[in-house]
T-cell receptor
């Protein structure tokens, strides 16, 4: 059974650029959630996808967007990067729309300069 | 809205000492409560959970009891090891299966 895989592990971008982060969910999981973890803080919920539809969103602006594919893998896209977007981005997958049986990936460390 | 407050760290202990990390929460309804652990350079791992009042979650010697009357979910371990050094996050879950995390508490255990 494979876990959650995220790529890339590290990324450096310039302010104003766009970035795409990728996540392969654990085998058999059909729900993917994304979290942003700023340095020294707890993770904050960005959004969740279930069966390719967004079904929950946290307090993040529209320049944060996502996709879920038929194989349940997912992308997080961030446009017009700002310095405050520098953080660890965590992907978590689970089975079903409800419940909290998450498996977290190791994250992508994004640095915006 | 939902929120979680954890004691600030770092918590520094000697091996075999007793551990308590305090966690209190604010939420509407009846949330589920969790403790996650994050080792350096890694993602989050679920340590234990409780889904209703008075439930006790336990795993690897760690325990936490869901106390609705005090809105608390304190993490305890009777005898910590060096390998327990990590950052511990208290979290609550409600609606859409989303999690609200505290800021985390770093635990440092010395031999």
């Amino acid at each position: 059974e494979t876990g959650v895989t995220q790529s890339p592990t590290h990324l450096i971008k310039t302010r104003g650029q766009q970035v795409t982060l990728r996540c392969s969910s654990q085998s058999g999981h059909n729900t993917v959630s994304w979290y942003q973890q700023a340095l020294g803080q707890g993770p904050q919920f960005i959004f969740q996808y279930y069966r390719e539809e967004e079904n929950g969103r946290g307090n993040f602006p529209p320049r944060f967007s996502g996709l879920q594919f038929p194989n349940y893998s997912s992308e997080l896209n961030v446009n017009a990067l700002e310095l405050d977007d520098s953080a660890l981005y965590l992907c978590a997958s689970s089975l079903g729309e409800g419940g909290y049986g998450y498996t977290f990936g190791s994250g992508t460390r994004l640095t915006v300069v | 809205g939902n929120s979680v407050t954890q004691m600030e760290g770092p918590v520094t202990l000697s091996e075999e000492a007793f551990l308590t990390i305090n966690c209190t929460y604010t939420a509407t309804g009846y949330p589920s409560l969790f403790w996650y652990v994050q080792y350096p350079g890694e993602g989050l791992q679920l340590l234990l959970k409780a889904t209703k009042a008075d439930d006790k979650g336990s795993n690897k010697g760690f325990e936490a009891t869901y106390r609705k009357e005090t809105t608390s979910f304190h993490l305890e371990k009777g005898s910590v090891q060096v390998s327990d050094s990590a950052v511990y996050f208290c979290a609550l879950g409600s609606g859409y299966s989303t999690l609200t995390f505290g800021k985390g508490t770093m635990l440092l255990v010395s031999p």
